[in-house]
């Protein structure tokens, strides 16, 4: 199929763009997933599928025109051009310009690992955390693989292939008193194969299976978290949950050309204390949301998108790229050959400061200390935010005191951002699943430690 596209590509682009327009694009991808979920100490689900399709799409007067099968022929492709472009001519197209290849090595291919193997990783797993105290009551584990071979060829005479390869690992753990539950959650995964699981420094299955419950049993003996206005140290254990949701999303250039970023119209302008860069970087290599193409083909970038508190720049895409004669970021992204590419993050990050993470503690005399993050919500047209606090603690006279429950962070994205006065020279990361428009993409966060001088902090007390 793969070669089959190649060789008849120029004939069905020349037939989108037979009636105008300013980009045609062929998307091939072939998905290969094995899906391991234990539940109630014994395997819940165990899927594994192929996924191959492919999409075509148009842009013209701005506008993009799509469709996509998986029904994978020349003539049904050549069918899916003249129906989109509605013409059966000739159109002036670019061809054979340049050829890239890509493809993430890994030592331990998933293909190659038998899912006994699998299966074993998520016992062993469920043993540890069951085992870690007898209030954990329930334990989900969630072992997930993906190699994913993608094909673009466009009308600028570009032809880009790319094969990625994930593993992710999410271990919930939820304890009880007998009144009352908490639930505790730790992942880890990105752009690498079950070598993941080999390493000698640490073991990530007992890692990633014993956090999950130690939050857990921490949460039934924490205190209710107090309300107020405080100093909010947030640990590089959390990742970089906030600079995503809270920032990030306002940095993509779609929601920028909308109004419905915080940050239209600001380049230039100074949008956050001068102790904080934020970058997205796909080229990091093992992160989550790392690749050698995006999904239009564009070669992946770091991009400096807050340098020193200054607004440098937005990610884009193709489309909202070409709508003001810019160059793509590398941020096209798409769920599947069934999607439009839009604008996503990939690996978004604080960059590391240089102060001392203990230190920002020590002088920090009553406040709050974020460890993990939980769930939240962001209005991207004014960056409010409001984002639950799964592990916490207070800080009195520079210590960490006692662990807190039912807190959640309640503040606006551009006034957190000026109000950093402490970024670490640590810097920790997370792996999550972003979602947007109804589509989903692996991405990694991150950050140093840093001090909120002031936040508002919703609590039960």
């Given at each position: 199929?793969?070669?089959?596209?190649?060789?008849?590509?120029?004939?069905?682009?020349?037939?989108?763009?037979?009636?105008?327009?300013?980009?045609?694009?062929i998307f091939f991808e072939q998905t290969k997933s094995n899906n391991i979920n234990l539940?109630?100490?014994?395997?819940?689900?165990?899927?594994?599928?192929?996924?191959?399709?492919?999409?075509?799409?148009?842009?013209?007067?701005?506008?993009?025109?799509?469709?996509?099968?998986?029904?994978?022929?020349?003539?049904?492709?050549?069918?899916?051009?003249?129906?989109?472009?509605?013409?059966?001519?000739?159109?002036?197209?670019?061809?054979?310009?340049?050829?890239?290849?890509?493809?993430?090595?890994?030592?331990?291919?998933?293909?190659?690992?038998?899912?006994?193997?699998?299966?074993?990783?998520?016992?062993?797993?469920?043993?540890?955390?069951?085992?870690?105290?007898?209030?954990?009551?329930?334990?989900?584990?969630?072992?997930?693989?993906?190699?994913?071979?993608?094909?673009?060829?466009?009308?600028?005479?570009?032809?880009v292939e790319d094969s990625q390869v994930r593993v992710v690992f999410f271990v919930e753990?939820?304890?009880?008193?007998?009144?009352?539950?908490?639930?505790?959650?730790?992942?880890?995964?990105?752009?690498?194969?079950?070598?993941?699981?080999?390493?000698?420094?640490?073991?990530?299955?007992?890692?990633?299976?014993?956090?999950?419950?130690?939050?857990?049993?921490?949460?039934?003996?924490?205190?209710?978290?107090?309300?107020?206005?405080?100093?909010?140290?947030?640990?590089?254990?959390?990742?970089?949950?906030?600079?995503?949701?809270?920032?990030?999303?306002?940095?993509?250039?779609?929601?920028?050309?909308?109004?419905?970023?915080?940050?239209?119209?600001?380049?230039?302008?100074?949008?956050?204390?001068?102790?904080?860069?934020?970058?997205?970087?796909?080229?990091?290599?093992?992160?989550?949301?790392?690749?050698?193409?995006?999904?239009?083909?564009?070669?992946?970038?770091?991009?400096?998108?807050?340098?020193?508190?200054?607004?440098?720049?937005?990610?884009?895409?193709?489309?909202?790229?070409?709508?003001?004669?810019?160059?793509?970021?590398?941020?096209?992204?798409?769920?599947?050959?069934?999607?439009?590419?839009?604008?996503?993050?990939?690996?978004?990050?604080?960059?590391?400061?240089?102060?001392?993470?203990?230190?920002i503690l020590a002088d920090t005399k009553k406040g709050i200390y974020v460890v993990k993050?939980?769930?939240?919500?962001?209005?991207?047209?004014?960056?409010?935010?409001?984002?639950?606090?799964?592990?916490?603690?207070?800080?009195?006279?520079?210590?960490?005191?006692?662990?807190?429950?039912?807190?959640?962070?309640?503040?606006?994205?551009?006034?957190?951002?000026?109000?950093?006065?402490?970024?670490?020279?640590?810097?920790?990361?997370?792996?999550?699943?972003?979602?947007?428009?109804?589509?989903?993409?692996?991405?990694?966060?991150?950050?140093?430690?840093?001090?909120?001088?002031?936040?508002?902090?919703?609590?039960?007390?």
């Amino acid at each position: 199929m793969v070669n089959m596209i190649k060789e008849k590509a120029p004939y069905i682009l020349s037939v989108l763009l037979s009636n105008g327009g300013e980009f045609g694009e062929i998307f091939f991808e072939q998905t290969k997933s094995n899906n391991i979920n234990l539940e109630d100490n014994k395997i819940h689900k165990v899927n594994s599928g192929i996924d191959i399709g492919v999409g075509i799409r148009l842009i013209k007067n701005g506008k993009t025109l799509y469709g996509y099968t998986n029904n994978i022929t020349y003539e049904n492709l050549l069918q899916i051009a003249k129906i989109l472009s509605k013409s059966d001519g000739e159109g002036r197209i670019k061809v054979g310009q340049i050829y890239r290849k890509h493809s993430i090595d890994v030592e331990k291919d998933p293909e190659t690992v038998p899912v006994e193997i699998k299966k074993d990783i998520v016992f062993r797993a469920n043993d540890i955390a069951r085992s870690y105290d007898s209030q954990i009551k329930q334990v989900s584990i969630t072992l997930r693989d993906i190699k994913r071979n993608i094909l673009v060829v466009n009308s600028l005479g570009e032809t880009v292939e790319d094969s990625q390869v994930r593993v992710v690992f999410f271990v919930e753990s939820v304890a009880t008193d007998g009144k009352n539950l908490y639930r505790g959650y730790e992942s880890t995964g990105g752009t690498v194969g079950y070598e993941m699981f080999d390493r000698e420094l640490v073991d990530v299955i007992d890692y990633v299976a014993t956090k999950s419950a130690e939050r857990a049993v921490l949460g039934l003996k924490a205190k209710p978290a107090p309300a107020g206005v405080y100093p909010v140290v947030i640990s590089s254990e959390a990742g970089g949950t906030m600079v995503h949701e809270a920032v990030g999303h306002g940095l993509e250039a779609d929601l920028v050309q909308q109004g419905l970023s915080v940050y239209t119209g600001k380049l230039g302008e100074k949008v956050a204390s001068e102790l904080v860069s934020v970058i997205d970087d796909a080229t990091i290599y093992g992160k989550n949301g790392s690749f050698g193409f995006d999904d239009e083909g564009v070669k992946a970038q770091r991009k400096v998108l807050i340098e020193k508190g200054y607004l440098k720049g937005y990610m884009y895409d193709r489309l909202r790229a070409m709508k003001e004669g810019k160059e793509s970021t590398g941020n096209g992204r798409r769920d599947s050959y069934k999607n439009v590419p839009i604008v996503r993050m990939t690996n978004t990050y604080i960059d590391a400061g240089k102060d001392n993470p203990h230190d920002i503690l020590a002088d920090t005399k009553k406040g709050i200390y974020v460890v993990k993050m939980g769930g939240g919500q962001v209005n991207t047209v004014n960056g409010d935010f409001v984002f639950e606090v799964m592990e916490g603690y207070m800080i009195e006279n520079g210590q960490i005191t006692y662990p807190i429950k039912g807190a959640t962070l309640i503040g606006n994205g551009p006034k957190v951002l000026q109000d950093i006065d402490a970024v670490g020279y640590d810097l920790g990361w997370a792996i999550g699943t972003c979602g947007k428009s109804g589509q989903a993409a692996p991405v990694s966060d991150a950050q140093p430690t840093i001090r909120v001088k002031q936040l508002t902090v919703g609590g039960t007390q």
